[in-house]
């Protein structure tokens, strides 16, 4: 059975137009949308959720729509991009909002949804300012029936299909029917997924022509075919329309692909069956089968092989909550045709653990880090100098204003990074925050051991108020032949990180230091290397390691040992356990391995000149300028022991 004439060697493998929104995803589970009280934000909108979700699998995608000039809308544009997604193509709107949904999960069977999108702008898509030539370089189109609805997007739809017709571009229609968007609802009614209307089927059949690929549900396929309570008969209706190839979907039972003639019924046609899989949240799984059949069919599989690919990635979405973040990457899918299906995809930790790590993240090839997280060692510092802790938050305000000047130097664009609390350094945190600087925040309480937290008990209800690109920094004082029932604690509370930063989203550092009192002579690399391979056993894989100096053979033993447990792994830091800056560049030469991307180190950088300011024998000028050379002397140090760069840039975060 041949697929569909895709052109090769163009840019674009698929533009999607349509509705582009935001999604607001009440996170109580089991209660009605009135009663939720506090909601996830998603990018959302079946078009943006496939451009997305292609994307995430490694096609080529493009944006075609509209959304206002405001928060929400450069939320969508960022979180697209972010995706790998060209935004080029969406207009901006300075008169309308962008859409906005608001979704809830009351059960298996009931998913209430409220669209505000009354005059929004992605209905207000203009159809004199789609790009011919942008369509001209894509392999093919997606629209979903939304953009079918009312006149103006009617128009823009018509315009894009007609120059994707001129130029060989595959066009393919989602049905993506929601009553309440063709006006046969109650404004408050956006669950209703089917009412007949026969307006609406003559006016879908009006458009059938202009598209090679028709994908629906089959409810779907009754509005478009228009014969009320009988698919068979609306398929042949449709094909009356249109020599599309149309593809039903059917749930757990899979899917059905009609190239040809209806049949006399859907099991005499190619059915690729589906998978068996619990139900959280079926919306967005339409979404991400259409991803996931078009991710085959552009690689050029055929269609059984294109349709097992659309029928995992809507098993997998419909265990997770949302529709956009819960698309599945090339990873997960190669995991999941491995032979680990599992029954709840949301349960299954590789599954979860490849959709945290093999989505795209931002890029940290290499790092330094400026660290003033410090609590206890600044107080300590204000007390030597007879100085007010209070004066503590202005000095690491400053120190902000030193790795902003050293971020403008050649070559620290991109590689810049802080270590900040949230306690003496609240409003420098603050401050660092949205810069674009890797942000390290820390959560232990100072000197604690066994490991305690600072300042709270449920560190999950803490991380609900940290921005996402905060990373969790734990520092634990760790030997592995500490007594039993101290490691047993320790490994406790690393566990409660652990599973709190999986739920948040945040990234994790975890920062090892083997207590001096339990040192043998040379031990500390030994018994830094033995702590984590323990810390993998247990099942931790923070995207982040942080631990001081070691041996170059050492170092070259944790790499091997993160590759085999955790190749995802963002890598290691050094730390700098307040050593001269002499002895920290000797370290640096020692630590060869591609593991180790840079440095984080705070005392070694500032201890001298905070005494000195905070006794008031520095001015802030002084202050700084002594900080800044401290800093640019690391970095320096660091590139000096680093390899001259090749042609190639890959990376272990391309693993």
Known sequence: MRTLPFPDQRDIDVACLGRLAVDLYAQQIGCSLEAASTFAKYLGGSSANIAFGTARLGLRSAMISRVGNEQNGRFLLDTLRREGCDVSQVQIDDARLTGMVLLGIKDQDTFPLLFARENCADMALDAEAIDAAFLARCRSLVITGTHLSTPGVLAASRRALEIAGRHGVVRVLDIDYRPVLWGLTGKGDGETRYIGNAEVSRHLQAQLGAFELIIGTEEEWLIAGGVEGDLMASLRQVRACTQATLVVKRGPLGCTIVTGEIPPTLDDALTVLGERVEVLNVLGAGDAFASGLLAGLLRGKDWRESAAIANACGAIVVSRHGCAPAMPTPAELAHWFSGHRHPRPDRDPTLAHLHRVSAPRQPWPELYVLAYDHRSQFEELARAAGADVAEIPRLKRLINEVVAEVEGDPGCGGKIGVLIDGRLGESALHQATGRGWWVGRPIELPGSRPLRFDGTRSLASELAHWPREQVVKCLVFYHPDD?????????????????????????????????????????????????????????????????????????????????????????????????????????????????????????????????????????????????????????????????????????????
């Open 483 to 655: 007594p039993a029932a101290l490691r047993a604690e320790q490994d406790d509370y690393l566990q409660a990180v652990w599973e709190a930063t999986r739920h948040s989203g945040h990234e994790l550092l975890l920062e090892v230091i083997p207590p001096k009192d339990t040192l043998a002579p040379d031990d500390r690399g030994e018994a830094v290397v033995r702590a984590i391979r323990h810390f993998y056993d247990i099942g931790l894989k923070p995207e982040w390691w942080k631990v001081g100096a070691m041996s170059a053979a050492q170092w070259q033993a944790l790499d091997r040992l993160v590759q085999e447990r955790d190749p995802w792994c963002r890598g290691a830091v050094i730390l700098g356990l307040n050593q001269p800056l002499e002895q920290l560049l000797d370290g640096f030469a020692q630590a060869s391995s591609p593991l180790v991307k840079g440095f984080m180190i705070g005392r070694s950088v500032w201890a001298e000149a905070s005494l000195a300011w905070l006794r008031r024998e520095l001015d802030d000028d002084a202050f700084q300028a002594r900080v800044a050379a401290n800093f640019r002397r690391l970095i320096a140090g660091w590139r000096s022991t680093r390899p001259a760069p090749t042609g190639d840039s890959t990376t272990r975060e391309a693993a």
